[in-house]
């Protein structure tokens, strides 16, 4: 079974500074990571996401998230935030055994609040 | 492409009463759909999956009578909360993916409230 930590519940950041949100991820084996981002009363949208290859990964929106396997992290970054970017922030990781049934287990989610 | 659809975005109904929470496949099929509940600030904890054609499959702790789901098409799931309670209140989220290494691709959710 997988899980996932992200030990920010909250990240205040004032605007246009360098901003990083953790993750940590377990699980006996080979996984995929993602990136959700939520704005209130809303959906999931993915940000960006880990399958195989590089382990950088960027969005269109400036973010970028490194998998480091040897320390088990899925870090989001980004080198300056602005105000929009104020949201939940989701860490979410699948195995890939099952195809199109695999199962995405999130972690607790970072408010990523950006300050003026 | 792979837009999913939930309907109705928001809900208000009596203790007691039954809820119907649609989602929808836009542009792809999915065999597999996947309903989540978040509770307030907090995460998305996954309720059960959605089959085509079979039955969901729960997961541990949630009460299959209560949240009745149906996955009749490939592209429609439905999730039925009957005698809804005030702790039924909360947020649901439906998703899907379109290839089998694909994202999960989420509806808008439905904030459910149970007066």
């Known amino acids: 079974a997988q899980s996932v930590t992200q030990l920010d519940s909250q990240v205040p950041v004032f605007e246009e500074a360098p901003v990083e949100l953790r993750c940590n991820y377990s699980?006996?084996?080979?996984?995929?990571l993602f990136w959700y981002v939520q704005y209130p009363n809303q959906g999931l949208q993915l940000l960006l996401k880990?399958?195989?290859?590089?382990?950088l990964v960027e969005s269109i929106n400036g973010f970028e998230a490194e998998f480091n396997k040897s320390q088990t992290s899925f870090h989001l970054r980004k080198p300056s935030v602005h105000i929009s970017d104020t949201a939940e922030y989701f860490c979410a990781v699948s195995d890939f055994t099952g195809g199109a049934t695999n199962k995405l287990i999130f972690g607790t989610g970072t408010l990523l609040a950006v300050q003026p | 492409g792979a837009v999913v659809s939930q309907h109705p975005s928001w809900v208000i109904c009596k203790s007691g009463t039954s809820v119907k929470i649609e989602c929808r496949s836009l542009?792809?099929?999915?065999?597999?759909m996947f309903w989540y509940r978040q509770f307030p600030k907090q995460s998305l904890m996954l309720m059960a999956t959605s089959n085509e054609g079979s039955k969901a499959t729960y997961e541990q702790g949630v009460e299959k009578d209560k949240f009745l789901i149906n996955h009749a098409s490939l592209t429609l799931s439905t999730l039925t909360v009957t005698s809804a309670h005030p702790e039924d209140s909360s947020f649901y989220i439906c998703?899907?993916?379109?290839?089998?290494?694909?994202?999960?691709?989420f509806g808008n959710g439905t904030r459910l409230t149970v007066t």
């Open positions: 699980s006996s084996v080979s996984v995929y």
């Open positions: 542009d792809f099929q999915a065999t597999t």
């Open positions: 998703s899907a993916r379109n290839r089998a290494e694909s994202p999960l691709h």
């Open positions: 880990y399958l195989s290859g590089s382990t």
